[in-house]
């Protein structure tokens, strides 16, 4: 089943079982969906879906550490509520280790093409490389340290 046809699903079960909270958030998803559908003129796979739940879940934490900076608990809880209803739609993520070892695999790659070791200087061509590779599975933000490790610590 597509990941858009289950979160669709799962509407209509918080629907039923009169789940207020959880409904709100899945709509909230559900018109970003359409959003983006509408937007670019395609038809959203699960590599694309999962993307729109990332870009959620990274405003959702961005909420709710201002919330908590402000001393608005309530409205930081209400964040934390969204925040877990959208992290079910999320695929296993991968582990420190396991993002280390796909980012050594992806400087060896441009190693042999560059037939150098990687500078500074090709942290777009690596970040690029390993955002394709990884989507989806680890966040950017992970990924991003494990690069500038593997720059810092050629080896």
């Known amino acids: 089943m597509a990941l858009k046809d289950q ?3 799962d509407m209509k079960s918080a629907m039923r ?3 207020s909270e959880r409904l709100g958030t899945i709509r909230l998803l559900l018109a ?3 959003q983006k559908e509408v937007d670019e003129r395609v038809a959203l796979d699960d590599a694309a879906v999962v993307a729109v739940v990332d870009k959620l879940i990274k405003q959702r934490k961005d909420s709710i550490t201002a919330f908590q900076q402000a001393g608005r608990t309530d409205l930081a809880d209400k964040e934390s ?3 877990l209803v959208l992290q079910a739609y999320l695929p296993a993520r991968l582990s420190a280790d396991e993002v280390a070892a796909e980012v050594r695999a992806v400087v060896a790659d441009l190693q042999a093409e560059l037939g150098r070791a990687p ?3 090709d942290m ?3 970040m690029g490389a390993a955002k394709a590779r990884l989507a989806g599975k680890a966040e950017m933000g992970q990924v991003s340290a494990a690069v500038k490790a593997a720059l810092s610590n050629p080896g």
């Open 119 to 121: 500078t500074p200087a």
């Open 81 to 83: 509520a969204e925040l």
């Open 124 to 126: 777009g061509k690596l």
């Open 32 to 34: 970003a969906l359409k």
């Open 17 to 19: 079982a009169k789940d």
């Open 7 to 9: 979160i669709t699903d």
